[in-house]
């Protein structure tokens, strides 16, 4: 039994020790105070785009 704990604790530390960085990364791009720029940058994109295609 104490061996299946220390095999999961293991198994949970690696997987911390891995994904902690891509998960702050990505919580640190999806944070609200980014929304605006980012919804400010697709919609510029999406306009020109459009004028790009109607010439």
């Given at each position: 039994m104490f061996l299946l704990l220390?095999?999961?604790l293991l198994i949970q530390f690696f997987t911390?020790?891995?994904?902690e960085p891509l998960a702050s990364f990505i919580e640190y791009v999806l944070e609200i105070r980014l929304f605006?720029?980012?919804a400010l940058i697709s919609l510029?994109?999406?306009f020109s785009?459009?004028?790009i295609n109607k010439n």
């Open positions: 220390f095999f999961v911390y020790w891995i994904f605006p720029v980012l510029i994109l999406l785009t459009r004028n």
